[in-house]
C-alpha cells in the first residue's frame, strides 16, 4: 500500500500551520471596532500562533472588563458570555463577594510557598466533608487542572504500584508533558511527540447514546465498553490476565461527562460500570470534575447522577474563584503512602486563591445554590425544546443542570454533523454579542457554558439570539 500523501508528515504540517497572511485576513474580516482591530493586530505580532485563542474562534473578541454574565470588548461592545473562562467564572465575573475576600486576603497574606496557612487548612478540611467520599479523604493542592491530574496519577501509580492508567477516548485531561498521554486530541498529539507517559495508557469508548454504532457517522453505546470488561477478562490485553488474577493497571481516569470534546453525557450506566471494573480488577477509580464538578451539573460533582462514589476527585478550574487552583480529594490511605516533601509545587495553595475558594465552595455545595441551577436549567431546557420544533439543525441536546451541549446535524435522519454550519453559527453568534466554545467528535458541537448565577432574561436574550442564527444557518446551508 502507497503511504498516503495526505498523511505524510509534511502534508500534516502543512495543515496545521498559520498560512501566509491567513490571521491578517482574519483581523481585516472580523465584525470588531478599530480598538479591538489593533489589539488583533499586536496580539499577532506578538504571541504564539499556537494559543488556543486561535484555535476556537476566527479572532476571539479582545476583552478589556467584564460583569456577571457579560464580557465587554475594547471597543465597549458588550458579550454574554457563554464560556465563563472555561469554566471557571462560576459565581459570574467580578463577583462582589469575591473581589472582596481577594481584596481584603491581599492586604493580609498573599502567599506562603506550599506550606500551611489558614486559608488553605480551612479548605482542606472544607473539601474532605464535601467531596461525597464516605471513607475518611485528605487533599493535595496544585495550581493548574493538569497540575491536578498529574498528582492523581502518581498517587495512584505509587499506591498500587502498577503502571497503567485506563481513560476513555474523547477525554480531556490537560496538555502538559505529563497529562497529554491520557488525552484523546488527535490534533493536539503531534505536537508532544514523543507522548507520554509513554506506553502506560490504554483506552476505552465513551459512551454516547445518540449516535448508534451502525450510523453513517457512528458513536459508541454501552456495549463497546462491555466488550473492553470481556477483554480484561481475558489474558490478551496488556492491562490484565483476567484469568490468572494478574491488573497491571493502576487506575481508570475519566471525565464523568466529556467536556472539551463537546459536552456529552453518557448514560449513568458508565461510571457504574467503570466502578464494577475498577472494583474486580483492583484498580482506583479517579474521577477528573474540573470542568463537570462544583455545581455546574446541578449537583456538587457530576459523578453524584450516578450514585457511585470514585476514590479520588480532582477539582480546579472555577475553583479559586478566578484565581489558579487545583485540589485532589483522596481517601486518606491512598495518600498515606506519600512520605514528606513528596510532592511540592511554588505556587500551589497560593492564600488568594484558597481565601477565594472557601467562599466558592460554601456557595456551591449549598443545597438552595443547587436547586437555582437546576431551575434555571429547566427554564433553559424548555427554551430549548421550543427552538427544537422549529430548527431541524439541532440533532439533539444534552442537558444537566446548566451543563448543555447541542449537537448540529444536517439532517435528523442521517444525523450527517453539520460542521460547516456550526462553525457559521458560531462565528454569527460572535457577531450578536454571544461567546460559547465550539467542539464535537465531528466539529460539530455547541458547548455552553455559562456562570451558574445566569439570570432568566439572560437565557431569553441567548435563546432569541440561537433562534436568528439557527435560522440563518439553515436557509444558507439549505437544512431542513
Ligand atoms: C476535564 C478537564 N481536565 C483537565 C483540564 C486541564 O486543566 P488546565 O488547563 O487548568 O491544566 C481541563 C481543561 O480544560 C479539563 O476540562
Not at 505556587?347 to 488568594?352: E, K, M, R, S, V
Not at 466558592?360 to 427544537?388: C, K, M, T
Amino acid at each position: 500500500m502507497v503511504h498516503s500523501a495526505r498523511h505524510s508528515k509534511a502534508a500534516q504540517r502543512e495543515r496545521l500551520r498559520v498560512q501566509s497572511g491567513e490571521m491578517k485576513k482574519r483581523i481585516a474580516d472580523a465584525p470588531f471596532g478599530p480598538k479591538s482591530k489593533e489589539l488583533a493586530r499586536k496580539w499577532a505580532e506578538y504571541e504564539s500562533f499556537g494559543g488556543v485563542g486561535w484555535g476556537l474562534f476566527d479572532i476571539a473578541p479582545i476583552i478589556e472588563r467584564a460583569n456577571g454574565a457579560y464580557l465587554y470588548d475594547a471597543d465597549g461592545k458588550e458579550y454574554l458570555d457563554l464560556l465563563a473562562g472555561f469554566s471557571v467564572s462560576q459565581l459570574g465575573e467580578c463577583n462582589k463577594e469575591i473581589t472582596e475576600i481577594i481584596q481584603k486576603q491581599a492586604s493580609q497574606l498573599t502567599h506562603y510557598f506550599d506550606f500551611p496557612h489558614v486559608e488553605r487548612i480551612r479548605l482542606a478540611e472544607k473539601l474532605t466533608r464535601v467531596s461525597g467520599i464516605k471513607d475518611k479523604t485528605k487533599v493535595v493542592f496544585g495550581v493548574t487542572g493538569s497540575d491536578g491530574i498529574e498528582l492523581a496519577v502518581r498517587a495512584a501509580r505509587y499506591y498500587t504500584g502498577q503502571p497503567y492508567i485506563l481513560t476513555a477516548y474523547g477525554d480531556y485531561h490537560g496538555v502538559t508533558y505529563g497529562t497529554m498521554g491520557l488525552t484523546g486530541k488527535g490534533n493536539m498529539q503531534p505536537y508532544f511527540y514523543p507522548v507520554l507517559p509513554d506506553k502506560a495508557v490504554g483506552y476505552f469508548h465513551f459512551p454516547h447514546e445518540y449516535r448508534k454504532p451502525d450510523d453513517d457517522f457512528p458513536g459508541f453505546g454501552m456495549e463497546s465498553l462491555y466488550a473492553f470488561e470481556r477483554l480484561l477478562e481475558s489474558k490478551e490485553s496488556p492491562f490484565t490476565d483476567g484469568v490468572k488474577g494478574i491488573s497491571n493497571v493502576a487506575a481508570i481516569l475519566v471525565e464523568p461527562f466529556q467536556s472539551s470534546a463537546g459536552y456529552y453525557i453518557p448514560p449513568p450506566e458508565y461510571l457504574q460500570t467503570l466502578r464494577r471494573i475498577a472494583d474486580r480488577f483492583g484498580m482506583l477509580l479517579i474521577i477528573d470534575e474540573i470542568q463537570t464538578g462544583l455545581g455546574r451539573t446541578g449537583k456538587m460533582w457530576a459523578y453524584q447522577h450516578s450514585g457511585i462514589e470514585p476514590d479520588i476527585v480532582v477539582t480546579s478550574k472555577a475553583l479559586g474563584g478566578g484565581l489558579p487552583l487545583a485540589a485532589v480529594i483522596a481517601r486518606e490511605d491512598i495518600l498515606a503512602e506519600w512520605g514528606p516533601g513528596a510532592h511540592v509545587s511554588t505556587q500551589a495553595g497560593n492564600a488568594l486563591a484558597c481565601a477565594a475558594a472557601n467562599h466558592v465552595i460554601d456557595v456551591v455545595s449549598s443545597p438552595a445554590f443547587l436547586q437555582s441551577v437546576n431551575e434555571s436549567g429547566d427554564y433553559f431546557r424548555a427554551g430549548l425544546r421550543d427552538l427544537e420544533e422549529r430548527h431541524p439543525i439541532i440533532g439533539h441536546v444534552d442537558m444537566k443542570g446548566i451543563y448543555t451541549g447541542i449537537e448540529l446535524v444536517k439532517d435528523r435522519k442521517t444525523k450527517e454533523p453539520a460542521a460547516e454550519a456550526g462553525s457559521y453559527v458560531c462565528a454569527r453568534s460572535v457577531e450578536e454579542g454571544l461567546l460559547y466554545e465550539k467542539g464535537g467528535y465531528y466539529y460539530n458541537r455547541m458547548q455552553l457554558i455559562p456562570p451558574l448565577t445566569i439570570s432568566r432574561e439572560e437565557l431569553d436574550r441567548v435563546l432569541n439570539i440561537f433562534d436568528r442564527v439557527f435560522g440563518d444557518a439553515e436557509k444558507k446551508y439549505g437544512i431542513g
